[in-house]
Nanobody, 127 residues
Framework: QLQLVESGGGLVRPGGSLTLSCAAS????????VGWFRQAPGKEREGVSC????????DYADSVKGRFTISRDNAKNTVYLQMNNPKPEDTAVYYC????????????????????WGQGTQVTVSS
């Protein structure tokens, strides 16, 4: 069974830090670009960050650039999103997904190119 499972969400204070994990099972994540998306209540799902299969390419939404870092450990079949200095507006359900047709070394934050999705993990930023 092909599955992506996000973990690491929770309550974090503004200015703190949190690391989200996206673990794949049933398939090898190495060959895929992976994206992190988020959806706040009443808002569209938006692309936060993505990383190419080779880790050579990353992209970030302007709202998180300089605060969030995406990385991957292919040996652990896992992609991470390090969230530093989170803000209340970062509160959302965070999802990871695979981008099967990404150009080698590249990725996009457009959700239309993503197929497998995890179930999401809630991140709440509040004091």
């Amino acid at each position: 069974q092909l599955q992506l499972v996000e973990s690491g969400g929770g309550l974090v204070r503004p200015g703190g830090s949190l690391t989200l994990s996206c673990a794949a099972s049933g398939f090898t994540l190495d060959f895929y670009a992976v994206g992190w998306f988020r959806q706040a209540p009443g808002k569209e799902r938006e692309g936060v960050s993505c990383i190419s299969s080779s880790s050579g390419g990353t992209d970030y939404a302007d709202s998180v650039k300089g605060r969030f870092t995406i990385s991957r450990d292919n040996a652990k079949n896992t992609v991470y999103l390090q969230m530093n200095n989170p803000k209340p507006e970062d509160t959302a359900v965070y999802y990871c997904a695979t981008e099967p047709d990404a150009t080698f070394g590249e990725c996009t934050r457009s959700k239309g190119g993503y197929d497998y999705w995890g179930q999401g993990t809630q991140v709440t930023v509040s004091s």
